[in-house]
């Protein structure tokens, strides 16, 4: 099964920073690859799929590149309501998998 | 307005069953694959099992294989997660989750309904 890496685990920045958060598959997955957004006791929200198109309604500072294995989700300008945990999840054929998450905060 | 209703969560002991149920609205629910994902307290999302829309095709997570059962009744527009022989890790918030496309193709998650907690302990 393929294996998804998340790095870091956590990460902490500063409003205004420019936040990158790594995602590497095991085996090459072409553009199969979302991104997720989860708020402190909230359900998860898709922010990006085919590694880099953007959800309707997520703010334009959210973007994802990626193909193959290495892929980044970055958010241009950190915000304080970005503080949330984000995983990637791979979706190019079962068992779909999802990164184990990196949590966000706020310096 | 799409909206997920999970409900049949709560407290069994470890080799019980539960019953999990998704009640789906605001889209066309056989035209969709969907899944079922669960998180265990303070730990991160595992996909359970997937299911296409027309219900012919299932598929599954190696931990949950043979003990849960993924199934749906697209005329009452419902999920169902059938879990036998619980575990205590199995304990977590179940989610439903809808798909983007009828089989398993592009098969990430565009709406998530509120999750419900199955505890597993004695």
């Known amino acids: 099964d393929i294996q998804m890496t998340q790095s870091p685990s956590s990460l902490s920045a500063s409003v205004g920073d420019r936040v990158t958060i790594t995602c590497r598959a095991s085996?090459?997955?072409?553009?199969?690859l979302a991104w997720y957004q989860q708020k402190p006791g909230k359900v998860p929200k898709l922010l990006i799929y085919?590694?880099?198109t953007l959800q309707s309604g997520v703010p334009s500072r959210f973007s994802g590149s990626g193909s193959g294995t290495d892929f980044t989700l970055t958010i241009s300008s950190l915000q304080p309501e970005d503080v949330a945990t984000y995983y990637c999840?791979?979706?190019?054929?079962?068992?779909?998998?999802f990164g184990q998450g990196t949590r966000l905060e706020i310096k | 307005e799409v909206q997920l209703v999970e409900s049949g969560g709560g407290l069994v002991q470890p080799g019980g069953s539960l019953r999990l149920s998704c009640a789906a609205s605001?889209?066309?629910?056989?035209?969709?694959?969907m899944s079922w994902v669960r998180q265990a307290p303070g730990k991160g999302l595992e996909w359970v099992s997937a299911?296409?829309?027309?219900?012919?095709?299932?598929y599954y997570a190696d931990s949950v294989k043979g003990r849960f059962t993924i199934s749906r009744d697209n005329s009452k527009n419902t999920l169902y997660l059938q879990m036998n022989s619980l575990r205590a890790e199995d304990t977590a918030v179940y989610y439903c989750?809808?798909?983007?496309?009828?089989?398993?193709?592009?098969?990430?998650?565009?709406?998530w309904g509120q999750g419900t907690l199955v505890t597993v302990s004695s």
């Open positions: 989750a809808k798909g983007t496309t009828y089989d398993l193709r592009d098969h990430y998650f565009d709406y």
């Open positions: 605001g889209f066309t629910f056989s035209s969709y694959a």
């Open positions: 299911i296409s829309g027309s219900g012919g095709s299932t």
């Open positions: 085996q090459g997955i072409s553009n199969y």
């Open positions: 085919a590694a880099s």
């Open positions: 999840q791979k979706y190019n054929s079962a068992p779909i998998t």
